[in-house]
């Protein structure tokens, strides 16, 4: 009986994932544009803010390199620093070698709290793949990875902006970015702008800067 239960619960909520990424993929398939829409020089205007975006604390402090140490920008201050505590994201990326990050960095779509209190998202707490470095990169260099299918898990333009979509369906990191508790800077634009500058870029056969 009690199998039976947690089977059906198990399969509501498989279901309720995979309606998730459809509505994400439907989503998205109104936001991209139809390529060469866009010229290349708005293509790269779109990227200049892009790149204010992936380049700001909230976003690349969690996108590191194998070193794996997260970094802190805490509330009132401008420069980076390591992460306190000696936390570790390790090759997990989630820390389950020393202190999980889920320890503090709970998994909740409650929004945040002020800072310095440890954010959280819908989806569990960890460090992006080693692959998508964008802490201590130029713009030049996170641009030619951001459009590397290799180096971007695979992701034509419109899976970039599917992901996106996605992303903020299960509440994750990337609209957390602009709603990050109160105290803390957000990166330039709203949400929703980043994904229209995302579909232009991509519609633009995604410049980049020399
Ligand atoms: C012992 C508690 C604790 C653990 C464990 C922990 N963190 Fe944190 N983390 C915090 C606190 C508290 C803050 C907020 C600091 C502030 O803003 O002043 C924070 C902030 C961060 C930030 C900065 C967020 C931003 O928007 O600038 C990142 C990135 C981060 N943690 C990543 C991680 C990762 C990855 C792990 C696991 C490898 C982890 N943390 C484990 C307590 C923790
Ligand atoms: C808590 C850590 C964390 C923060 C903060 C974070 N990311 Fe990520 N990011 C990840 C992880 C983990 C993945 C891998 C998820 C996947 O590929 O499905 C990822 C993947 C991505 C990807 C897909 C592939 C690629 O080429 O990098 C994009 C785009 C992205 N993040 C954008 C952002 C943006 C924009 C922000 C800030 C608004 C941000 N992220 C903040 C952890 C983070």
Same mark, same amino acid.
């Given at each position: 009986?009690?199998?039976?239960?947690?089977?059906?619960?198990?399969?509501?909520?498989?279901?309720?994932?995979?309606?998730?990424?459809?509505?994400?993929?439907?989503?998205?398939?109104?936001?991209?544009?139809?390529?060469?829409?866009?010229?290349?020089?708005?293509?790269?205007?779109?990227?200049?803010?892009?790149?204010?975006?992936?380049?700001?604390?909230?976003?690349?402090?969690?996108?590191?390199?194998?070193?794996?140490?997260?970094?802190?920008?805490?509330?009132?201050?401008?420069?980076?620093?390591?992460?306190?505590?000696?936390?570790?994201?390790?090759?997990?990326?989630?820390?389950?070698?020393?202190?999980?990050?889920?320890?503090?960095?709970?998994?909740?779509?409650?929004?945040?709290?002020?800072?310095?209190?440890?954010?959280?998202?819908?989806?569990?707490?960890?460090?992006?793949?080693?692959?998508?470095?964008?802490?201590?990169?130029?713009?030049?260099?996170?641009?030619?990875?951001? *459009?590397?299918?290799?180096?971007?898990?695979?992701?034509?333009?419109?899976?970039?902006?599917?992901?996106?979509?996605?992303?903020?369906?299960?509440?994750?990191?990337?609209?957390?970015?602009?709603?990050?508790?109160?105290?803390?800077?957000?990166?330039?634009?709203?949400?929703?702008?980043?994904? *229209?500058?995302?579909?232009?870029?991509?519609?633009?056969?995604?410049?980049?800067?020399?």
């Amino acid at each position: 009986m009690k199998r039976s239960l947690i089977a059906v619960a198990f399969a509501a909520s498989a279901i309720a994932a995979f309606t998730g990424i459809v509505a994400a993929k439907d989503e998205a398939a109104k936001d991209v544009l139809p390529p060469g829409s866009v010229s290349r020089a708005e293509g790269l205007e779109a990227w200049k803010r892009i790149e204010a975006v992936v380049t700001h604390p909230r976003c690349a402090n969690c996108h590191v390199d194998a070193k794996a140490i997260p970094i802190w920008t805490p509330a009132g201050e401008t420069r980076p620093r390591v992460h306190g505590m000696n936390i570790h994201g390790g090759e997990s990326r989630i820390g389950a070698e020393t202190i999980p990050c889920s320890t503090c960095h709970i998994t909740s779509t409650q929004a945040n709290e002020p800072a310095p209190a440890p954010p959280r998202a819908g989806i569990d707490w960890q460090l992006a793949p080693v692959a998508f470095i964008w802490f201590g990169k130029s713009g030049a260099e996170i641009c030619a990875q951001l *459009k590397d299918p290799k180096r971007n898990g695979g992701r034509d333009a419109a899976g970039l902006v599917e992901h996106l979509r996605h992303d903020a369906s299960l509440s994750g990191f990337i609209p957390r970015g602009w709603a990050p508790g109160a105290g803390r800077t957000t990166p330039p634009g709203t949400f929703e702008d980043h994904v *229209k500058d995302m579909a232009l870029w991509g519609a633009a056969g995604q410049p980049c800067p020399n």
